[in-house]
């Protein structure tokens, strides 16, 4: 008996001292800094600045903004702004206060905070609207915002898998934010210890499928503590920003909405429907569901044509007014 408790003690101690080291490494690779960041650093107040990436030709297109979703910075978009710009269309994303390269913003980064960083953005940008909105996952709820705000600078919209405000009266989805809440802390807490370090060149780094610049950048933001805690604090705000955006008006009928899903219908109706409305209630709207597609790889290399089009279709559906 005395050799086994010897033995289970070696091995708790083995353990314990594996998982010290890994942390440990963890931590010196946290302290190794950030790859240089693409973009530029953009004053949006006194005092105050955000990444921002703009890529393609200026032409008289419409410039498309790309929005992030929940623990997602510019780099998100990597792949799909490498579509856009082979395309020819001029797209910008960018990283939110807290976020990526972005300095931390004041508190609580609720729906409200976040678009009005977004609304100082776009006009220090200096980029010419009206604009094709693009936002995937929670940032659905950003272009609602946004968008009853700011009418007369929608010239379409393309929900990308996205959240909307109404979703959150669900019971099933009430369910979900709650539990993914309480997961973003935990992985904040990791993150802020080095625990997810290790982990930057697996495929948990890289989710998206990206192009190597942007990879890089996603790698480094998804073991920084920084980033996930400010991503863990939007979370646990979404009901607040659910009905925050839920208070501005629905997407005018007349802006041309694409709709772009990830995964089979079959199983979810429910669930697309939800995603689907905002296209079903526009007078030029359009319903794309990748099945072979996951929620995050819906937005790389792979699956970034759907979006591409889902921006042509919108954009020329604003030119027929």
Known sequence: MNVMIQLLGRGVAGLALLLVSYIAVGGLMSAA????????????????????VCEGPKSDRPIVWLE??????????????EALTAAGWRSCAYDRAGMGYSPKGPSPRDGIAIVTDFEKLVAASGEPGPYILVGHSMAGLRLREYAGRNPDKVAGIVLVDAATPEAAQNPQMRGFIKTFASASKWAARGASIGLYKPLVHTRLGDKIDLPPAAKAEKGWAFANGRHNRTAAEEVALWPEASAQAAAQPPFDPKWPVAVVTAGPVAGRELRKEMQAAPARKSEHGLVDHV??????????????????RAVAFVADASKKG
């Open 33 to 52: 800094g950030a790859p240089k960041p693409r973009g530029q650093m953009v004053e949006i107040e006194p005092g105050r600045t955000l990444r921002l």
């Open 291 to 308: 099945e072979a597609a996951t929620h995050t790889l819906l937005i790389g290399r792979r699956f970034a044509d759907h979006i591409v």
């Open 68 to 81: 992030a979703g929940a623990f997602g910075l510019a780099a998100d978009w990597g792949g799909t702004q």
